[in-house]
């Protein structure tokens, strides 16, 4: 299933991002925002289990998470949206997988991972800002399905329709959500227009 979410606070705040005149706080800022929206609208199919809570007046017959919530970021960029969903689901674990394209194959290279335990039983929301041909998300989904995963969320904001093929080629069980699904990967592999390459202007590398 593939998910592009339209939502007036999300294409805004994606508009200062987009603009190379924002500065790494306030792009930072925005993405841990529009992270926070994406997961709103992520977790409206999340099953509930049924739960009494006493309240002042008597029992209330109610619902709550049945499931645990794990969030792995695509390190680097993906860890520019972890704290903006933890907001909302606090009780969130957080995984990490490491990954960087070589500039020059784009292929992606792996250099850390680690799961929290029962990855099999929860819901799982792979983090990266950038689905541009898809090698990075696909190898991080690979790795977390050789872990158990079987409910896995992939979580992108801007995406080339390059890499949402490529994703559901490789991984159709996976659910793909995008805030913006923009023209074309150029030459050299970056999302036009996109908004530059994520990892730099969320941590002032360059
Ligand atoms: C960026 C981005 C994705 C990947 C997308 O990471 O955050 O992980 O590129 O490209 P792809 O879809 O073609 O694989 P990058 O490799 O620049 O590493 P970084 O996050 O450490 O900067
Ligand atoms: N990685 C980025 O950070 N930006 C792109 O446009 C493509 C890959």
């Not at 704290?83 to 792996?110: C, H, Q």
């Amino acid at each position: 299933m593939f998910t592009l979410l339209n939502h007036p606070l999300i294409t805004h705040k994606l508009a200062i991002m987009r603009d190379e005149k924002t500065g790494t706080k306030d792009f930072s800022q925005q993405l841990d925002e529009i992270a926070g929206l994406m997961a709103y609208e992520i977790s409206r199919d999340l099953p509930l289990k049924e739960k009494d809570v006493k309240t002042p007046m008597g029992i209330c017959h109610t619902y709550e998470l049945a499931k645990e919530v794990v969030l792995v970021p695509i390190l680097r960029a993906g860890m520019g949206m972890v704290s903006g969903i933890r907001n909302l689901i606090p009780t969130a674990k957080v995984g990490f997988i490491g990954m960087y394209r070589n500039e020059e194959t784009l292929e992606p290279v792996e250099y850390f991972a680690k799961f929290p335990k029962n990855l099999d039983e929860a819901v799982v929301m792979v983090l990266d800002p950038m689905l541009a041909t898809g090698g990075s998300a696909s190898a991080a989904l690979t790795k977390i399905k050789e872990r158990g995963a079987k409910q896995i969320k992939l979580v992108c904001l801007v995406g080339a329709p390059e890499g949402v093929k490529r994703i559901q080629e490789d991984h159709p069980d996976v659910d793909i959500y995008l805030a913006a699904l923009d023209e074309k990967l150029n030459e050299i592999g970056y999302i036009v227009p996109g908004l530059g390459d994520a990892g730099d202007r969320i941590f002032g590398t360059k």
